[in-house]
């Protein structure tokens, strides 16, 4: 759902009001854009082209910039940094395809793209190209595959997630097939460390089982379906006296929020869902309810369930 996008240095530290004022609507929850903190000096690199714009004698576009790279701090994407030598000697663009070879970004902006490079994007192609639309909803098929297909770029991009569904069972075929779509696509082709954890979080009912059987059934099914090394925390949630009840599902991140209309299993042969991406105001009103420690709606019954995932990813024994 979301898209990471890595931002020329010069070409951030030199927009006009107009071009400032579009990319900070573009690059935020709503707009569905993520930027990448590549090379791990991106921010300095951007002040230092300020300071030799024309506009540098200016407070208050100092000032706007600086408000827009604080906003953009709390969800940018790390990855590995580069050779500072390597960058200099061949300039940010060749280190930025170099790197883009390694683990692709969605597109490259740049000031310039001398050598026509299809994922290199300038100023005046974006309205309409492919690689900038965000898509904020989809119908997806309810198999493991198409679910977490629809929501990979988010998954390989957060380093927590939150897995909200009132109905997990971890003894449910339908619920593990999902989980393992899930982890699969968080494990694979990240452009820096791998996720620090997941969390999931389900609705308590003794008609699925005590608290020991709860966490047994954990304890046994999911080490194996879950990547080798993943810190998994998995809460049992009552409903808060006066407060909402659980009822949709939910992928939360750092980075945005996620529903599922139908759920976070798999479902019968043609079956369907809709998968959309929440505002910005959705996403802080459900991460306070449910992500958030302690979580305002709702109280956690029981012990957590804590386990370390076992499952080599891309084969091999489980």
Not at 116 to 141: F, K, N
């Amino acid at each position: 759902m979301i898209r990471e996008f890595a931002l020329e240095p010069r070409v951030v530290g030199t927009w006009n009001e107009d071009q400032a004022r579009y990319y900070r609507s573009q690059f935020s929850m709503d707009g569905g854009r993520v930027v990448s903190r590549w090379p791990a000096q991106w921010r300095n690199d951007v002040l230092r082209a300020f300071d030799e714009s024309e506009d540098a004698g200016s407070t208050r576009r100092r000032k706007q910039l600086n408000l827009f790279l604080r906003k953009l701090k709390r969800r940018m994407i790390d990855r590995p940094d580069s050779e500072r030598t390597s960058e200099e000697t061949a300039g940010w663009l060749a280190s930025a395809l170099r790197e883009h070879e390694r683990c692709p970004f969605r597109a490259i902006l740049a000031g310039s793209n001398p050598r026509g490079h299809s994922d290199v994007l300038l100023h005046d192609d974006i309205d309409d190209h492919p690689l900038w639309q965000v898509t904020r909803g989809i119908v997806v098929d309810r198999r493991a595959e198409a679910m977490a297909d629809a929501i990979a770029s988010t998954l390989r991009l957060s380093k927590r997630i939150v897995l909200v569904d009132p109905y997990f069972r971890p003894k449910r075929s339908e619920s593990l097939q999902a989980l393992e779509g899930f982890c699969e696509r968080m494990s694979r082709s990240r452009p820096g460390l791998p996720p620090e954890k997941l969390t999931i979080l389900t609705e308590f009912s003794l008609r699925r089982g005590t608290d020991t059987h709860f966490r047994d059934a954990c304890k046994d099914e999911l080490p194996r379906r879950v990547p080798a090394g993943l810190r998994v925390v998995v809460r049992r949630l009552e409903r808060k006296e006066g407060h909402d009840e659980m009822h949709n599902r939910y992928v939360l991140t750092e980075l945005c929020g996620i529903q599922f209309g139908a759920g976070l299993d798999t479902g019968s042969a043609g079956a369907t869902d809709d998968v959309t991406l929440l505002s910005e105001q959705q996403y802080r009103f459900r991460w306070k309810q449910y992500a958030q420690e302690p979580p305002s709606d709702f109280e956690i019954v029981g012990t957590p369930v804590e386990l370390v995932g076992r499952r080599r990813i891309g084969g091999g024994p489980r």
